[in-house]
C-alpha cells in the first residue's frame, strides 16, 4: 500500500506548494517506507511514499506514460491487472515496468475517465494530465483505499489521510459540527464530509475531475452503483456453489504478491474461510489473532485455534491488555483521523504490528456481514416486523409471543424503544436501529450552546437521502444497502488506518465487486431467516471450516473495555472527560457525560457511549489542540 499527495492550483505552484506537498508526504511516510517520490509542473506538485508489494524493484512513482504527459500517484491494487496487461499490449501500448501503476496510466489513455470501470481491486488514484489540463482522481467501488480532498476555489488539495492535509495547512483545524452530530448519532460520519471542517472525501464509486485553467468548480460522478432490485431464482445450493466458487476466485487474486502472505483468523466465519482457501493456494500459510486480559469471554482465540489446526497453517497469536491504555490509544486516534465508535481497533492496532513481523500482506474477512446480512440487528428488524403486522391486523397474542421473545432478546429497554418507533416507517427504524445515541437521548448530550449551531443540522435528512438511493422496498435489502454505505466505511477506515500504521498491506477478498454484486441479487431470505444469520455463506463455507465455527454465534472483535474501565483506567477516563479543557469545548453537557460515566463504571450500562466521548477527546486533544505533532 501507499501513501499519495498532491496540489494543483490555477495559478501557477510556488515552492512554499511543494515543501507543503513534501510535508504531507513526510507525514504519510508509514504508509509506504519503501521509497519515495517527488515531481512539480507548472501547475502542481505530486508526492508519493510507496509500500513495495509487486515488481519491488520497478514501480517508481510519481510514474508517468512515454512522452510524460501523463502522471500518477496510486495507492492500491489492481488484481485484474496482468489481463489489462496483456490487452493494451496488443493495443500498442509499451511498458517500462510489471506494475499496475503503468497499467492505470495507459487504461487511462485508451479509455480517460472510463478507465475506472475496468479495474478490479482496491485502488485511491491521482491523475495530471499536462495536455488537456485536467486532475483525475478515482477511488474504489467499495472504498477500501481512502482520498481526502479540500477544495477552495483556486487550488485542490488531496492526499490519502486528512491528517496530511490540515496539519500542514495555515489554519488549526475545526470540528465540523454536522460531523460530530453524525458520529454520536450514528457511529460515523455520513456523505462526503469529515471529522474536519474544509475537508471532503472522496465518496466510494465516484471520480473526481478539475480544469484548473478553465476556473470551474471540480466535478464528481458516480461511476458505479450497487442494484438489489434484480434477485436470482436459484437454488439455495446453486446460490452457495456460486458463492463459493466466486470467493475462491477472489482469494486466489488477492493473493498475488512478490512478498509474503498471510490472514487475520479471529476464530469466526469469515476470517476462517477466507484463511481455509488462502492455505489451499499457501501450504506455508500464516496466520495471526489477538486475545485480551480481562474478559476470558470476548477472547476468540480457542476457536482461531481449531481453525488454525483443521488448515495446518503457522499460527500466531498476541494478547491485548490494559497498560499504557491512554498513550496507546493517543497513537491509534493519530493514525485514525477521527474519534471511533469500536473498542475493535484497540486490539486491531496490536494485531497489525504482530502481523508486520512475518508478513507484508494480510487477507482479512471484512465485508462479510454487510455482504450476507451477519449482524443481530437483521434479526431484530424482522422481528419487529412481525409485531408491526400482528398490530396492524390486530392479533394480540402473536404480538405478546413476538414482545417477550423480543424482550428476552434485546432487553426490557430495547423493547421500550420498539414498542415506541414501531408503527414508523422502515427507514426510521433502520435509523434507530443503528442509532449510536439514541434519537431522543441525544440533544441531552450537548450543551445548549452546541445544539444552537448544529439545530438546522437533521442527521436523519441525510440517512434517509442516503437510503432513498436503494433500489429495493425489502426491509433486509435497504439494512444491508445502508450498512454496506455507511457501516462499511467506517470498519474500512480502521481496516486501512491500522494496517498502514504498521506498513502492511491490508486486502479484503469479500469486497471483490463481483462478489458484492453476486450477494446483492441473492434473495434477502436466503441471507437472513429469523435470528440465523449469513444462510448462504455458511453453506458455502461446509466441508472447508469445521461446523463448530460455522454454527456458532457471532461476537465481533471488541476489546474487554468494560473490565479495563473498571480498574485503576477509570479515573483517567473521569479525568479526560471531566477536566477542565473537555469543559471549554463547550460541545457537551457536563451533567449528561457524568451520568454516563457514573453508569459505565457503576452500573457496568453506557460502556460504549463513554468510549465514543474518550476517543473524542482525544481526537480533539491530538489535532484541535495541536498535540499530534509530538507523536
Not at 56 to 70: A, F, K, R, T, Y
Not at 279 to 292: I, R, V, W
Not at 562 to 569: D, I, Q, R, T
Amino acid at each position: 500500500m501507499c501513501g499519495i499527495a498532491g496540489i494543483v492550483k490555477n495559478n501557477g505552484v510556488a515552492d512554499a506548494d511543494s515543501r507543503r506537498v513534501a510535508h504531507m508526504a513526510a507525514i504519510l511516510r508509514h504508509r509506504g517506507p519503501d521509497d519515495a517520490g517527488l515531481r512539480r509542473g507548472d501547475n502542481y506538485a505530486l508526492a508519493h511514499r510507496r509500500l513495495s508489494i509487486i515488481d519491488l524493484e520497478g514501480g517508481h512513482q510519481p510514474m508517468s506514460n512515454e512522452d510524460g504527459s501523463v502522471w500518477i500517484v496510486y495507492n492500491g491494487e489492481i488484481y485484474n491487472f496482468p489481463e489489462l496487461h496483456e490487452e493494451l499490449l496488443a493495443r500498442g501500448h509499451a511498458f517500462g515496468s510489471r506494475c499496475d501503476t503503468e497499467v492505470i496510466i495507459h487504461l487511462y489513455e485508451e479509455y480517460g475517465s472510463d478507465c475506472v470501470n475496468r479495474l478490479n481491486g482496491m485502488f485511491a488514484f491521482a491523475i495530471l494530465d499536462e495536455k488537456k489540463n485536467r486532475l483525475f482522481l478515482a477511488r474504489d467501488r467499495a472504498g477500501i483505499k481512502p482520498l481526502y480532498y479540500s477544495f477552495d476555489g483556486a487550488s485542490l488539495c488531496f492526499a490519502s489521510e486528512a491528517k496530511a492535509l490540515v496539519s500542514t495547512a495555515a489554519r488549526p483545524p475545526e470540528p465540523d459540527s454536522r460531523s460530530v452530530v453524525d458520529f454520536f448519532a450514528l457511529s460515523l460520519v455520513q456523505e462526503d464530509r469529515t471529522a474536519f471542517a474544509g475537508v471532503s472525501q472522496l465518496k466510494p464509486a465516484h471520480t473526481l475531475t478539475w480544469n484548473p485553467v478553465l476556473g470551474s468548480k471540480p466535478k464528481v460522478r458516480q461511476y458505479w452503483r450497487l442494484s438489489y432490485a434484480n434477485k436470482l431464482e436459484d437454488s439455495a445450493g446453486e446460490l452457495a456453489r456460486r458463492v463459493s466458487d466466486l470467493l475462491e476466485d477472489s482469494v486466489r487474486i488477492h493473493l498475488i504478491s512478490d512478498v509474503p502472505v498471510g490472514t487475520y483468523l479471529s476464530g469466526g466465519l469469515d476470517s476462517s474461510l477466507i484463511s481455509a482457501i488462502s492455505n489451499k493456494y499457501l501450504p506455508e500459510l500464516n496466520t495471526f489473532s489477538a486475545g485480551f486480559t480481562g474478559n476470558e469471554a470476548l477472547d476468540e482465540r480457542v476457536f482461531a485455534r481449531e481453525a488454525a489446526a483443521r488448515a495446518g497453517t503457522r499460527h500466531h497469536e498476541i494478547e491485548v491488555g490494559p497498560d499504557g491504555f491512554m498513550a496507546n490509544l493517543r497513537r491509534i486516534i493519530w493514525h485514525m483521523d477521527e474519534p471511533t465508535l469500536s473498542p475493535g481497533v484497540y486490539p486491531y492496532y496490536f494485531l497489525c504490528g504482530l502481523v508486520a513481523d512475518s508478513v507484508k500482506v494480510v487477507l482479512g474477512g471484512q465485508g462479510s456481514d454487510e455482504l450476507f446480512g451477519g449482524y443481530p440487528r437483521y434479526g431484530m428488524a424482522l422481528l419487529e416486523s412481525d409485531m408491526k403486522r400482528s398490530l396492524g391486523r390486530l392479533r394480540l397474542l402473536h404480538l405478546a409471543a413476538d414482545a417477550a421473545v423480543y424482550r428476552r432478546r434485546y432487553g426490557a429497554g430495547g423493547l421500550k424503544n420498539e414498542l415506541v418507533r414501531i408503527a414508523a416507517s422502515n427507514d426510521r427504524r433502520i435509523y434507530e436501529i443503528v442509532s449510536g445515541f439514541h434519537p431522543r437521548r441525544l440533544p441531552s448530550l450537548f450543551s445548549r450552546g452546541f445544539r444552537q449551531k448544529a439545530e438546522d443540522y437533521d442527521p436523519f435528512a441525510t440517512f434517509h437521502e442516503s437510503l432513498n438511493e436503494c433500489d429495493s422496498d425489502n426491509l433486509i435489502d435497504r439494512m444491508l444497502f445502508n450498512d454496506f454505505r455507511n457501516m462499511l466505511a467506517s470498519i474500512l477506515r480502521t481496516e486501512d488506518r491500522m494496517s498502514m500504521a504498521h506498513s502492511i498491506e491490508s486486502r479484503v477478498p469479500f469486497l471483490d465487486y463481483r462478489l458484492v454484486e453476486l450477494a446483492a441479487s441473492i434473495p434477502a431470505r436466503a441471507k437472513v431467516n429469523g435470528d440465523n444469520p449469513k444462510l448462504i455463506l455458511k453453506e458455502a463455507a461446509r466441508g472447508r471450516v469445521p461446523d463448530s465455527i460455522i454454527n456458532r454465534r457471532k461476537q465481533g472483535f471488541a476489546a474487554p473495555i468494560e473490565s479495563w474501565f473498571m480498574g485503576a483506567l477509570g479515573g483517567e477516563v473521569r479525568e479526560l472527560l471531566l477536566g477542565e479543557r473537555a469543559a471549554a469545548r463547550g460541545i457537551f453537557d457536563r451533567a449528561c457525560v457524568e451520568g454516563l460515566i457514573m453508569r459505565a463504571l457503576g452500573k457496568k450500562k453506557d460502556i460504549w457511549r463513554v468510549w465514543s466521548l474518550v476517543t473524542f477527546e482525544m481526537w480533539c486533544r491530538i489535532f484541535a489542540d495541536g498535540e499530534g505533532a509530538e507523536l
